[in-house]
């Protein structure tokens, strides 16, 4: 197994390569600046005996700090990266998720990778079944791959369409999961006379305990595929276990090849709809920094990993707190900020604008001198929003 930059040969990524090329020489002149989309990643496979390639697309300022990042794993996604990733940076933009990592693995033989077993009834596909051993290559082959060169959390989501929707399913019901979540569009549950749903009534019957996430829809579909989801849905709602998060959906007024996008979206809605505190005044009212923080921990324990609380709404609390006069209670919110993001600027020029309605002059400067170290560069300052604010305090100190 090795890791290197490359090209795939398969026609749709030449074409999805051809767009990050045109993208990068429609910047005007002037500009000069570089948008990289995504990387390209090989994998020598034993396990599939082939060479795979996947397609890495990070969070926007990536190169620009240290944090880790859940990842999003994109079936057919050299069709989909595009309005996939768009959507995660709009969520997150909007606080209503984190920023992912979106790592496409793009086709060889979709059939044989996303279908469980061989189906009787279509004998004309021979190299169907092969699930079973895709599961093995992402786990065993490309997830480490991926999490020993870009900085993972150890959340996984899988995201699947038709095929892939049904590889998406079949991997919730089969022991170990590879991934934590997974949104599963339109899944072609008909597959080898419904086996798929037979697997998940026996598993759920036989389970005191199903620590899941399935978001599942369907669109305007042929007979066969309602009557499929329809029998899934009715073996959920009758035999799951209290722990598992189950959300279904019908699109009437979409075709199966145009309810992805809508699909995504509401998926990674629902998935993260804890993510961002509704009202945080009302509750740093009630309960005080510490409702904030056990917020938090609620999210490091659904997800799996620490989940600190978010600066920007930390930072906009203290200045709340300084607003309502309860200069202490703000200082303690905004020391807090600098516990958890120790190199930011913003941080600490706002526990300076804390020390000084406090009277603490010399706090304050340390606290100013202190983000300038951090800061690198005069644009880092402007862009922080405090130069103006260490000139004034100049002047008047």
Not at 86 to 109: A, C, H, Q, R, Y
Not at 371 to 389: Q, R, W
Request: glycine content about 4%.
């Amino acid at each position: 197994m090795s890791y290197v930059k490359t090209f795939n040969l398969n026609a749709n990524t030449i074409c999805f390569m051809v767009y990050l090329i045109i993208m990068s020489f429609s910047l005007s002149a002037q500009e000069k600046t570089e948008i990289p989309l995504a990387e390209i990643t090989k994998v020598n496979s034993k396990v599939l005996n082939e060479e795979r390639f996947a397609i890495v697309h990070t969070p926007k300022n990536y190169d620009k700090n240290e944090n880790k990042y859940p990842v999003l794993y994109l079936l057919d996604g050299d069709t989909h990266l595009l309005h996939v990733s768009g959507l995660i940076e709009f969520l997150s933009l909007n606080k209503l998720m984190p920023e992912m990592i979106v790592v496409v693995i793009t086709n060889t033989d979709r059939i044989r990778d996303f279908t469980p077993l061989p189906s009787k009834k279509n004998k004309n596909l021979p190299t169907a079944g092969g699930a079973g051993n895709f599961r093995k290559f992402i786990s065993q082959e490309l997830m480490p791959l991926i999490d020993n060169n870009y900085r993972t959390q150890p959340f996984n989501l899988l995201v699947g369409h038709s095929f892939g929707g049904l590889f998406a399913i079949y991997d919730q019901f089969t022991s170990p999961k590879v991934f934590n979540a997974a949104i599963s569009i339109s899944p072609t549950l008909w597959w080898d006379d419904q086996s798929l749903i037979t697997k998940a009534k026996n598993t759920l019957s036989k389970s005191q305990s199903f620590d899941s996430f399935i978001y599942m829809t369907m669109a305007n579909e042929r007979e066969q595929m309602q009557k499929d989801i329809t029998a899934l849905e009715l073996i959920f709602q009758r035999q799951a276990p209290n722990d598992f998060d189950l959300f279904f959906e019908r699109f009437k007024n979409e075709s199966h090849s145009s309810t992805h996008h809508l699909s995504t979206y509401n998926g990674l809605k629902r998935l993260f709809d804890s993510w961002r505190i509704t009202d945080p005044q009302k509750l740093l009212n009630e309960k005080g920094i510490i409702g904030i923080n056990q917020h938090y921990l609620g999210l490091s324990e659904r997800f799996g990993y620490d989940i600190k609380p978010q600066e920007w709404q930390i930072n906009a609390l203290g200045y709340y707190l300084l607003e309502q006069n309860e200069l202490k209670q703000a200082l303690i919110i905004f020391l807090q900020n600098i516990d958890n993001y120790p190199e930011s600027i913003n941080a600490y020029d706002s526990l300076a604008d804390a020390y000084l309605n406090l009277n603490k002059t010399k706090l304050a400067k340390k606290s100013y001198v202190k983000a300038c170290k951090l800061a690198k560069n005069i644009n880092m300052m402007a862009s922080s929003g405090f130069v103006i604010e260490w000139w004034k305090f100049q002047k008047t100190f």
